[in-house]
């Protein structure tokens, strides 16, 4: 199983990119597929997740600005990410969690500053 995440980089704020993440590979017994992110000495948080139900939680900090989708037939995740802001910096994950394991995918960097 591989997560390769892609779409990260360098904007100013109140702009947008849209992180995409092609999972290859068979899965057993999703639970969830997710984005988190991390910054330099603080611990990994979700950014907003979908559960194998259909149920879409997001932390409040993006409610209204970040949309997570998922593409079923090319088996990719997704995180658009609109009115960025600084306080958005950070390497962004995605994640499937599945019945007994936990995947990540590598990571990609997001960076909004002027």
């Known amino acids: 199983v591989q997560l390769q995440a892609s779409g990260g980089g360098l904007v100013e704020p109140g702009g947008s990119l849209r992180l995409s993440c092609a999972v290859s590979?068979?899965?057993?017994?999703?639970?969830?597929r997710g984005w988190y992110r991390q910054t330099p000495g603080k611990e990994r948080e979700l950014v907003a997740d979908m559960s194998a139900g259909g149920s879409i939680n997001y932390r409040d900090s993006v409610k209204g600005r970040f949309t997570i989708s998922r593409d079923i037939a090319k088996n990719t995740l997704y995180l658009q990410m609109n009115s960025l802001e600084p306080e958005d910096t950070a390497v962004y994950y995605c994640?499937?969690?599945?019945?007994?394991?936990?995947?990540w995918g590598q990571g990609t960097q997001v960076t909004v500053s002027s």
């Open positions: 590979g068979r899965i057993v017994g999703i639970r969830a």
């Open positions: 994640n499937v969690r599945g019945i007994l394991t936990n995947y």
